[in-house]
DNA sequence: ATCAAATATGAATACCCATTCATTTTATGA
DNA sequence: TCATAAAATGAATGGGTATTCATATTTGAT
């Protein structure tokens, strides 16, 4: 299923396009995907309802491009904040810190990602499945320079991604203190990954 | 909003309330809420479309009650499971443990409880509030008495729930290895959480 | 200025689905 | 056995909404 017509050309359909796009993104996070009408989008976005299929063949193809669209931009953007960091520790670090920086700045990636479970689990198992996959490529190469314990690396991936996940989701629902500061979370957390939980009398291994 | 008609008392009326819930379960799982209509429910059920509005005043009071309801067993299986561990280390472990052995064998509750997100968005933050005003309490307790490190619970708690349900976000979409063990994924849960990811040389304070 | 292609319009269409209700069947207790 | 209540039926209702399409406007090249 293609996501799109096609690639708009003029001033003003690329104009159209965004406003579709914007539209949207701000109506999926306020009204979910199923509250959502098409008549919505396209009044919202200030232009008439047949207009929509000029760019999208479907509303569920403009979901499908929006979640394509945010996965590219979390990826760009941890990639190119943790780029110039030389420990691993750091890394981690600055990506938690960056994703989450991300989502509270557009709320909506969130839910549409998260969303995808229920509009089409495939596109959420494969958002996971390849997060996952690069995820432990970082963790292996930093296994081999003797950075991190040799764990299972792929279970890793996902209790790092659970980490985030979940401390995105406090932040962006302000569940609990609601005066939150992402570094101050951030410190806790890394503290976290650092020396684990308990306290325990032996040096480590 | 109440979330059935009336508690069924007759043998009869008991095992159609049953069927209600069941097959909604099994389709809410499937298909999702959205997809699922009355009538999918019902025929699934075996009983009419009007029968299912003797019991619940709507689709969404069954959703309501199904959750509810799933909240429940979710924290009375992790109770029963943790009730004789007398060491944080081992509560948390058995809690895990609990946890995705549950949602593995019923993994509907996963979507429903994540599903309410898209339906309801004050049921999702209370779910998860709830839960970690819960688990804040266990972890004081366990701060006092000198069992875990003094960092701030609320967060550790979000970061605890990340772990657990990415895990068996894992397990029951059968993302990464095909052939993953519950125990063998748990032991280095709790490798990390114990002894955090990071080698360093300096003994713990 | 002219024309063809690209864009845009919005009312009409066609389908879907939660809920209702008049009617029938089944259970209960006197 | 009969009367009453409880439970069940399923066709009909009513509201909603994704998508289409005949028509109109704008754009850009010649």
Redesign the interface.
């Known amino acids: 299923m293609q996501t799109i017509v096609k690639e708009p050309t003029t001033r003003n359909a690329i104009n159209t396009f965004h406003a579709i796009l914007e539209a949207a993104e701000d109506l999926f996070y306020k009204n979910?995907?199923?509250k959502t009408t098409v008549n919505n989008i396209t009044s919202q976005a200030g232009i008439a309802a047949g207009t929509f299929y000029l760019y999208f063949p479907s509303k569920l193809s403009l979901y499908k491009h929006l979640l394509i669209q945010m996965s590219h931009d979390i990826r760009r953007e941890i990639a190119s904040k943790i780029a110039d960091k030389t420990t691993?520790?750091e890394k981690?670090r600055e990506g938690i810190k960056a994703f989450i920086n991300l989502v509270r700045r557009r709320p909506h990636m969130y839910?549409i990602i998260?969303?995808s479970?229920?509009?089409d689990?495939e596109l959420?198992?494969d958002y996971?499945?390849s997060f996952?996959k690069r995820y432990v490529r970082g963790l292996d190469q930093s296994v081999q320079q003797?950075?991190?314990?040799a764990?299972?690396t792929?279970?890793?991936s996902?209790?790092l991604?659970?980490?985030?996940?979940?401390?995105g989701?406090?932040v962006v629902?302000n569940?609990?203190?609601k005066n939150d500061d992402v570094d101050?979370?951030v410190d806790?957390?890394m503290?976290?990954?650092?020396?684990?939980?308990?306290?325990?009398?032996?040096?480590?291994?």
């Open positions: 979910g995907y199923h691993r520790f981690e839910n998260w969303e479970l229920y509009i689990r959420f198992r996971y499945a996952a003797g950075e991190i314990r764990l299972d792929e279970v890793v996902y209790v991604m659970g980490i985030t996940n979940f401390i989701l406090k629902l569940l609990g203190d101050r979370i806790v957390v503290d976290l990954i650092r020396h684990g939980l308990f306290i325990t009398d032996a040096p480590k291994p």
